[in-house]
């Protein structure tokens, strides 16, 4: 009975329609995997490392992201559900006497999503509104992983008198063109995904 279910729904009805049937499969797939492990074996969600380095008068951050998802979350890329990868950066001032004075702070998403007619996953910058395109998840998952080059925080704003304190962590949501209903039940799965903070202090 279910399986007719299923079929109907992906096969008839607006796309709302189709991703909730998807969205009810994976929460039974959910329950019916209890046992299984939320990430693929061995895989992680993390930052593995960063760093500032000035570059053309701006301090830009290079960091290298282990951006493992479940392989619900997968399936549900696979089926049009779009997800945004979120870095939040920012940049303290540390003070001995005085509570840390933050001097920067930058929000940096980009969104990934499948374009069932090209069969590509479509990485989208929602900062600067720059698209590229890959041929596979894992390939694109590759390509935000690695951040390179991202402006934070002017040079000049970072006095060499002082001790400064950088903190960068990664989250993901699913927005865009899902009913709130739909987006609820996809929150009950294995879905989101956030980091903890990876700190490190900015060499004199």
């Given at each position: 009975?279910?399986?007719?279910?299923?079929?109907?729904?992906?096969?008839?009805?607006?796309?709302?329609?189709?991703?909730?049937?998807?969205?009810?499969?994976?929460?039974?797939?959910?329950?019916?995997?209890?046992?299984?492990?939320?990430?693929?074996?061995?895989?992680?969600?993390?930052?593995?490392?960063?760093?500032?380095?000035?570059?053309?008068?701006?301090?830009?951050?290079?960091?290298?992201?282990?951006?493992?998802?479940?392989?619900?979350?997968?399936?549900?890329?696979?089926?049009?559900?779009?997800?945004?990868?979120?870095?939040?950066?920012?940049?303290?001032?540390?003070?001995?006497?005085?509570?840390?004075?933050?001097?920067?702070?930058?929000?940096?998403?980009?969104?990934?999503?499948?374009?069932?007619?090209?069969?590509?996953?479509?990485?989208?910058?929602?900062?600067?509104?720059?698209?590229?395109?890959?041929?596979?998840?894992?390939?694109?998952?590759?390509?935000?992983?690695?951040?390179r080059g991202l402006p934070v925080i002017d040079e000049a704003l970072i006095e060499k008198d002082?001790?400064?304190?950088?903190?960068?962590?990664?989250?993901?949501?699913?927005?865009?063109?899902?009913?709130?209903?739909?987006?609820?039940?996809?929150?009950w799965m294995d879905w989101k995904r956030t980091t903890d903070w990876y700190t490190w202090t900015l060499p004199p």
């Amino acid at each position: 009975m279910n399986g007719h279910i299923a079929n109907d729904l992906r096969t008839r009805g607006p796309a709302w329609l189709r991703l909730a049937g998807l969205a009810l499969l994976l929460c039974l797939t959910v329950v019916a995997r209890a046992d299984e492990p939320t990430l693929e074996d061995g895989a992680r969600f993390d930052v593995r490392s960063a760093f500032l380095e000035p570059a053309e008068h701006v301090y830009q951050l290079n960091a290298t992201l282990d951006l493992a998802l479940s392989r619900n979350a997968h399936q549900a890329i696979r089926e049009g559900v779009p997800v945004v990868l979120q870095l939040d950066v920012d940049v303290l001032r540390k003070r001995r006497y005085f509570i840390d004075e933050k001097v920067a702070s930058l929000v940096q998403r980009w969104q990934l999503r499948y374009h069932a007619l090209s069969e590509r996953y479509i990485v989208n910058n929602l900062n600067s509104g720059q698209q590229v395109s890959f041929t596979s998840l894992a390939a694109a998952l590759n390509g935000l992983s690695e951040v390179r080059g991202l402006p934070v925080i002017d040079e000049a704003l970072i006095e060499k008198d002082n001790h400064y304190e950088a903190s960068l962590r990664v989250q993901t949501t699913i927005e865009g063109g899902l009913p709130g209903a739909l987006k609820a039940m996809m929150f009950w799965m294995d879905w989101k995904r956030t980091t903890d903070w990876y700190t490190w202090t900015l060499p004199p």
